[in-house]
């Protein structure tokens, strides 16, 4: 089992940056993938993107590329989201996943959860 924990939402003007955080516990989280999805209100939850085991590969969806950066620290059992230049549209619950080796962009393939943390971004 592994426990996921984020941190670092709140509420921020356009434009501005957050850093979310992604604790890992339970179990060594080498082997496992790191993803990122959002949900704002009625909304599907939505993929935003993902860091590989090693933290050499990463991906995102076309609107977050160039604003957002995820990074990890396998020895801190922590994946991180820097969200720059951040809009009104960014403005949902951040959820960090996690899986084990694949990369994935579909929520259905992601085993464990965090509990989220608010977004809200005001123009």
């Known amino acids: 089992q592994v426990q996921l924990v984020e941190s670092g939402g709140g509420l921020v003007r356009v434009g501005d940056s957050l850093r979310l955080s992604c604790v890992a516990s339970g179990r060594t989280f080498d082997n496992y993938v790191g993803g990122w999805f959002r949900q704002a209100p009625g909304k599907e939850r939505a993929f935003v993107g993902v860091?590989?085991?090693?933290?050499?590969?990463?991906f995102y969806i076309d609107s977050v590329k160039g604003r957002f950066t995820i990074s990890r620290n396998n020895a801190k059992n922590t994946v991180w989201m820097q969200m720059n230049d951040l809009k009104p549209e960014d403005t949902a619950v951040y959820y960090c996943?996690?899986?084990?080796?694949?990369?994935?962009?579909?929520?259905?393939?992601?085993?464990?959860w965090g509990q989220g943390t608010q977004v809200t971004v005001s123009s």
């Open positions: 996943a996690a899986r084990e080796f694949a990369l994935s962009s579909n929520w259905h393939d992601y085993d464990y």
């Open positions: 860091i590989d085991w090693s933290g050499g590969s990463t």
